[in-house]
C-alpha cells in the first residue's frame, strides 16, 4: 500500500470502514484482506496518534511493575546466578503453573488510563478472533492484523516479554529452546458477552496472564480451574489485580463465567519457530505438523543462558 507522508495517516485510519463484528468472528477472507491492506496507514497511523498526545499519555515503562519483582530481575539480570531470588516471588499453585504480584497496585491506574486512551483513540485495531469486540479486546504483537502498534507500547510490550517473561518462563517452566517467538492479545470478561473460556490448552510453550483489574473494579465468578495431570485433581486459582499467571502452554485451564462486573487481561505466549511447543516431556518439543524435535541443551542449560536474548529472527507466523 502506499506510504503516508504529509501526517494524515491518523485522520485516513479513522475514516476507515471496518470489517463488520459478524465477518470478523467467522474470519472472513475479506478481514485479513483489510487489516494486511492497511497495514502501514495503520502503523503510520498510532505514531501520529503518539505524538499528538504524548503531553497526556502516561509514560509506559518497568516502574509500572511490581518494586521487588522490578528489583530481582534487574539483579537476576546483572548476575544471574542471583535468579533464585526472581523464583522465590511466584508461588506454585500446581506443577508447571505459578502466580505473584506483576503491576506495582499504585501504578496500575496509568496503565489502565493509556489503554483508556487507546480505546478511545479511533484507530482501528482488531479483537482476538472469537470475541465479541469489546472495549480492551486487541491484538498486542507485530505479528498479528490490526496490532497496537503504538511505538511507546511496543517498547514496553517487548520489554516485558524480553526481560521478564522469557527468563522466567525458562527459570519455572524450562521452556529454554522453544520460546524466542512472542505473540499476546488482550480480553476483557463480561457477564453479557466473552464471559468464561471452555477448558483447553494454550498453542505455548507458556502463557503469561496479567489481571489489570483496579483494586476498586470488584467481579464476581471469573475462577480459574487449572487440571494436575499428575494427580488428577482440579485446582481453583482467582485472578488479583496486577497480579500474573505463568503457566505451560500444555497445562488444561477453564475460565469460570463472570457473574458481575469486569475482569481485564493481558495475555501473553512463548513459542518457538515455526509454532514449535513443548510435546510429551520438556527434554522434546514439536511444531505444528507434529514433528518431534529434541531438545538437546535443555539438560544444560545455566543460568547465564536464561538470561540471554534468543539471537535468532522474529518470523510473521500468527496462532490466531
Known amino acids: 500500500m502506499k506510504t503516508t507522508t504529509d501526517k494524515n495517516a491518523l485522520a485516513q485510519a479513522r475514516a476507515l470502514t471496518l470489517p463488520s463484528r459478524e465477518a470478523s468472528l467467522i474470519r472472513e477472507a475479506s478481514v485479513s484482506q483489510f487489516w494486511n491492506s492497511n497495514r502501514n496507514l495503520l502503523e503510520e497511523a498510532w505514531v501520529e496518534w503518539e505524538m499528538e498526545n504524548k503531553d ?10 511490581d518494586p521487588r519483582l522490578r528489583q530481582a ?12 531470588a526472581v523464583a522465590d516471588l511466584w508461588e506454585e499453585i500446581i506443577p508447571g503453573v505459578y502466580s505473584a504480584q506483576f503491576f506495582d497496585l499504585d501504578r496500575l491506574t496509568d496503565f489502565r488510563n493509556y489503554l483508556e486512551a487507546v ?9 482476538p478472533y472469537g470475541i465479541q469486540l469489546n472495549r480492551y479486546g486487541m491484538m498486542l ?20 516479554m524480553d526481560r521478564y517473561m522469557r527468563p522466567i518462563a525458562r527459570l519455572l517452566l524450562g521452556t529454554y529452546g522453544y520460546d524466542n517467538q512472542t505473540f499476546g492479545f488482550s480480553i ?5 458477552k466473552d464471559k468464561d473460556l471452555h477448558a483447553h490448552t494454550d498453542a505455548s510453550a507458556a502463557t503469561l496472564n496479567i489481571n489489570i483489574n483496579l483494586p476498586d473494579e470488584k467481579f464476581t465468578g471469573s475462577e480459574v480451574d487449572f487440571y494436575d495431570k499428575a494427580s488428577g485433581k482440579t485446582v ?17 485451564h477453564a475460565t469460570h463465567p463472570i457473574t458481575s462486573g469486569q475482569r481485564s487481561n493481558l495475555v501473553v505466549w512463548l513459542y518457538g519457530d515455526r509454532m514449535q511447543i513443548p510435546r510429551g516431556n520438556t527434554s522434546s518439543y514439536g511444531n505444528s505438523s507434529g514433528d518431534t524435535i529434541k531438545n538437546d541443551a535443555f539438560e544444560s542449560v545455566t543460568p547465564r543462558q536464561r538470561w540471554s536474548l534468543p539471537d535468532g529472527p522474529k518470523d510473521t507466523v500468527a496462532p490466531f
Open 236 to 252: 481453583q486459582a482467582i485472578f488479583e489485580p496486577g497480579k500474573a499467571i505463568i503457566h505451560r502452554g500444555n497445562v488444561p
Open 73 to 84: 530481575v534487574n539483579e537476576a539480570w546483572e548476575n544471574p546466578e542471583k535468579e533464585s
Open 119 to 127: 480505546a478511545n483513540s479511533r484507530v482501528p485495531k482488531r479483537a
Open 141 to 160: 504483537d507485530p505479528r498479528s492484523e490490526g496490532h497496537l502498534a503504538a511505538p511507546n507500547f511496543q517498547a514496553f510490550y517487548n520489554d516485558i
Open 188 to 192: 476483557q470478561y463480561n457477564p453479557d
Open 56 to 65: 497526556n499519555l502516561p509514560i509506559l515503562n518497568e516502574t509500572l511493575l
